[in-house]
């Protein structure tokens, strides 16, 4: 087995889901291979180097990769990857964006947001939202998988593997990159944070969202959101949580004002500890939740910050 | 400029799935099916691209059994043109549903393909990407906005941590995010008028593409169910829990 393994980066530094997806591969068995493809990302390919599992990385450093377009990072990946048995990449609107192009490139098909490895050919993956779960048998050739980060534990550093410089350069000339508007945050990404609290509809409006930023302080958490929020334009819409949104399985997650739709719960159902805050006692949300409060979020928030 | 819009019939959105006893699959008897909702979203996107004169035909394709051509007539009663039905009753994966959407792309030529980002029923989120790479066109995934300029369309997309907006050379592919627009309703006069519209039924076998799929199905499972929790009267006794119970704080 020779597995390949896209990093996921900001051109500066690796990005958690990265040591995730290494240890989903580490499961698979054989020599790991991560690829960093970007510009001027040397300092992310040294990072990805030290992580425990690696063998090698390589590094396609370009102008062509900067923004990661998939049409050009899907060229490089299918040149490299027809010599290996699996070709891994987080489940990250990156990794969905480029991977099913390689893996059509490659004729092969793609297995997606893989949440558990049961043998080299044999992969478990949700559907219908979470729904069910299928486990599946692949015989292609090659093996082209999109992990979920969030079901997987990261894998630990303190290696030293060697940095190889790919000279080869794909650029597909049909796309180009415009301009980009990130969200700024000081707090934990929402997919790698150990606690996560989210707010739903109930929040009633953008400004309330503040409400949980004392909590999220104390207790080292990312802020999310339900759809129905984001769609109500409280919050952006990169903090949703759900099935079209992250998914994320935080030590430590806590709704509050949300109801609990299948599609929200696709995002979180798998997080150690739910914990839910409506005043509706008939939310489907406090089905799953270990502890449920029901009582009004805005007497429950304050009081909540200052007992922590 | 023609635009052509891959649908999928899939379960109502709504709907709890079940498993079946014998881990086969879904239960799919008698469940209530519908547009799968990203696809709606692209249904909207190609109509709303006409209505702004920026496009002059909407075709819409469906690839399965007869029971598609339901979702299909929704589909030209919110305003497509034309729909093909490529029959089958092979339930296929998405590297062969693209292989059958690039060769009608050869056939019709689009300039722009809408589809939605996922379907909610395999959750797969590949075959926009899929039929990019093989038609070698440019693809913008998970759009929120799009915007045609001279031989060239904007897209903006949902990525994680904000927005990116790219610009590529048409004739592109481009899937749909939820925030992309609000589709309409279907009226009742415009339900009739869909039926009279041209829907042409073509089998998959004739389009000289392998249908197998190299990947199989060992068995579909229920979900591990969480335990029931309880419920606390106050936040002190929550806080308390968390801390000594579940020792998560």
Redesign the interface.
Same mark, same amino acid.
């Given at each position: 087995m020779a597995i390949l393994l896209i990093a996921e980066h900001n051109n500066q530094s690796l990005k958690s889901e990265t040591h995730k997806v290494v240890q989903a591969a580490s499961a698979i068995g054989g020599d790991i291979t991560v690829l960093v493809a970007g510009l001027n990302c040397a300092a992310a390919a040294n990072e990805a180097a030290t992580i425990i599992g690696v063998s090698k990385v390589l590094l396609a450093d370009n102008a062509a990769y900067e923004h990661q377009l998939a049409e050009n990072i899907a060229g490089l990946v299918a040149e490299l990857g027809a010599n290996f048995s699996h070709i891994l990449a987080p489940a990250t609107t990156t990794g969905k964006n480029f991977l099913p192009r390689v893996a059509a490139m490659l004729d092969v098909a793609q297995i997606s947001d893989v949440i558990a490895i049961e043998s080299s050919d044999t992969f478990v993956r949700p559907i219908y939202a979470g729904n069910a779960i299928a486990t599946v048998k692949s015989t292609d050739a090659i093996k082209v998988l999109t992990v979920r980060p969030a079901a997987f534990r990261a894998a630990q550093t303190g290696n030293s593997a060697t940095v190889e410089t790919v000279a080869a350069v794909h650029d597909a000339g049909v796309s180009k990159y415009i301009s980009a508007e990130l969200t700024k945050s000081e707090r934990p990404e929402l997919t790698a944070a150990r606690v996560v609290i989210s707010g739903g509809r109930g929040m009633q409006n953008g400004e309330n969202f503040a409400l949980l930023n004392g909590i999220a302080d104390k207790l080292g958490a990312a802020i999310g959101a339900s759809r129905a929020a984001v769609d109500a334009g409280f919050v952006p819409n990169d903090m949703q949580v759900g099935q079209t949104g992250k998914i994320v399985a935080p030590d430590l997650y806590i709704a509050v004002g949300i109801s609990g739709a299948i599609q929200h719960l696709a995002g979180m159902k798998d997080s150690k500890v739910i914990v839910a805050i409506n005043k509706d006692a008939e939310a489907p949300i406090f089905q799953i939740a270990d502890y449920g409060l029901v009582a009004d979020l805005f007497t429950v928030l304050p009081e909540l910050e200052q007992l922590l | 400029m023609k635009i052509l819009v891959p649908v999928k019939r899939v379960?109502d959105?709504n709907v709890? =799935?079940r498993?079946k006893a014998d881990q086969t699959g879904?239960d799919l008897a008698n469940v209530k099916m519908a547009l799968n909702p990203f696809c709606e979203i692209a249904i909207e996107e190609a109509v709303r691209l006409k209505e702004a004169g920026k496009a002059s035909e909407v075709v819409v394709i469906s690839i399965g059994t007869t029971a598609v051509q339901e979702q299909l007539r929704t589909a030209l009663a919110l305003g497509a043109d034309r729909a093909i039905h490529i029959e089958t009753e092979l339930s296929l994966?998405? %590297?062969q549903v693209?292989k059958l959407l690039a060769k009608l792309v050869g056939e019709e030529q689009p300039d722009l393909v809408i589809l939605g980002?996922?379907a909610?029923?395999?959750?797969?989120?590949?075959? #926009?990407? $899929? *039929? &990019?790479?093989?038609t070698? $066109?440019?693809?913008g +995934?998970?759009a929120?906005k799009v915007q045609i300029n001279d031989g060239k369309v904007?897209v903006t /997309?949902?990525?994680?941590? #904000?927005?990116? +907006?790219?610009? %590529?050379?048409l004739p592109?592919v481009v899937s749909t995010? %939820? /925030?992309l627009n609000e589709p309409r309703y279907a009226s009742l006069p415009n339900i009739m008028k869909a039926k009279k519209k041209p829907l042409e039924v073509k089998a998959a076998d004739s389009f000289g593409v392998n249908l197998q799929?190299?990947? +199989? =199905? =060992?068995?579909?499972?229920?979900?591990a169910v /969480?335990? #029931? #929790?309880?419920? =606390?009267?106050?936040? &002190?006794e *929550?806080?308390d829990? %968390?801390k000594h119970e &579940?020792k998560?704080?």
């Open positions: - | 379960i959105y709890k =799935v498993v879904v994966d998405s %590297l693209a980002k996922q909610i029923d395999s959750d797969n989120n590949q075959t #926009g990407q $899929m *039929l &990019a790479a093989l070698g $066109m440019g693809q +995934t998970f929120s904007q /997309r949902e990525i994680d941590g #904000g927005l990116q +907006t790219v610009e %590529l050379t592109a995010d %939820l /925030r799929s190299n990947v +199989t =199905v =060992v068995k579909v499972a229920a979900p /969480r335990q #029931g #929790g309880i419920k =606390v009267e106050s936040v &002190a *929550l806080v829990k %968390l &579940a998560v704080i």
